[in-house]
């Protein structure tokens, strides 16, 4: 199954696995998702969209078994306060559901930001687009490519 986010890789060359896996709907946290790949939580990165004061959209890259700090956030994105946008969002927002929103490929270029323990790591793991698909790839590649920044968020 190719996705967006994965046609995206594959049209600038990018270096990329994809791991299917299957999908429990009880159970599509970024935990269940490394049992079920084979990957260390820390390795398994979820995608959350925060919303700041000003009414903007930020996207944020934490591992799997991490919880975002706002606080953190709101000072890697240079705002005073961050807050997650509600699960109906998601979807308009984005053109991800939850569960399956990729960094790549969202339907606007957001402000990205990816926990600087990304960085040792050859590789991470990024939802490919939808339920049951991740993207394995170079967290460099990924910064580049999103014109993401490497900040502290756990």
């Known amino acids: 199954m190719k996705t967006n986010a994965i046609r995206i890789l594959e049209s600038k060359c990018i270096p990329h696995s994809v791991v299917e896996y299957s999908v429990d709907e009880d159970h599509i946290d970024a935990i269940s998702v490394a049992n079920k790949i084979g990957f260390e939580p820390e390795r398994v990165f979820k995608t959350l969209v925060t919303r700041n004061e000003k009414n903007e ?22 705002f005073k306060k961050i807050e997650m946008i509600k699960v109906a969002e998601i979807q308009p927002l984005t053109g991800y559901i939850r569960g399956g929103c ?24 990024v939802s490919a687009g939808l339920r049951g698909i991740q993207i394995i790839l170079s967290p460099n590649d990924l910064t580049q490519l999103v014109n993401g920044i490497y900040a502290d968020l756990i």
Do not use: Q, R
Request: charged content about 20%; cysteine-free.
């Open 102 to 125: 990729s960094p790549i490929g969202m339907k606007k270029n957001y402000p990205t930001f990816i926990d600087n323990s990304a960085e040792m790591f050859d590789n991470i793991a």
């Open 57 to 78: 959209i930020n996207v944020f890259l934490i591992p799997g078994n991490y919880e975002l700090d706002l606080k953190k956030a709101s000072n890697a994105s240079g």
